[in-house]
């Protein structure tokens, strides 16, 4: 959380709610909940308290209290920074949202991109970038312009550089795009909301369509659930036979899209293959892999080769 979400502007609400990360944070969730409770009557426009208070609930086993709380959360932010509604729907209080809010992805990977690569690199095992970078060689292609959407810091672009004559790189998160700016291997790389139309998205404002051969996208589209938007994206991007490289979480048979309690979106085989076809790409190659861990546990994932209709 930023600073100003962590204080509730009263000195004595923000020393309650210290002591009650401490009984959180020592195995005491029941405690943890009842001190944040006496910290938002001192604050009760506090929107981040609320969203605290719900957490330690959920913790305690007290779902209807954490549900209760979350739903405060929400109405004293509607921009929905801390994700509640996700929160919600996973609590069976709210139906499934296809698409996070913007806000929440932005303030979470804000918050996160100073420890973004130790933290995924070092302690979740991730891989994706240097997977999805070995499909891409696996076409033996140069590619005049690769855009690289969700970019974050930037792990894939060193993977990918010496095969792009230019390398574009997107992110909603502005202090993922400076420490992607950091390792000067990116020719641009500016703000994009993959979650809205073509459009509005920020990837044409100043760039033409159809302008790539290769697009990726490594470990972003579990951040939007429904496709259509980001799909419809690369379309517009992606040169006749152009190159599209990209992961998802595995959901397995059966099933489009779901919200795991990680907050992040699994996606079908089916649902995205036939999202491909309908959007004119045909799929090269598919690899079913382990991407990263979550709490000590592998995650499934898939990664897809795919090239446009020429």
Known sequence: MQPHQLSSGDVIADRRADYARMLEEGGEPDAAAELMEQALE??????AGWYRLASYCEKAGRAEAAIEAYRRALILDPDDIFGASLKLALLGDAAMPNRPPSRYVERL????ADRFDTALVDKLDYSVPQKLAELVAFTGRAYECAVDLGCGTGLLGPEIRTRAGRLEGFDLSQNMLAKAGEKQVYDRLAQADLSLSPDRSGLFDDAGRRRADLVTAADVLMYLGNLESVFSIVGELAAAGADFAFSVEDAG???AFHLAPSLRYAHSEAYVSKLLSRHGFEILKIVKTVIRKD?????????????KAA
């Not at 001192?42 to 929107?47: F, G, I, T």
């Not at 990977?109 to 996160?112: K, L, N, R, T």
């Open 295 to 307: 709490g000590g546990k592998p995650v499934s994932g898939i990664l897809f080769l795919t090239r």
């Open 253 to 255: 048979v059966g099933e």
């Open 42 to 47: 001192l604050a009760p426009a506090w929107a």
């Open 109 to 112: 990977f804000d918050d996160y």
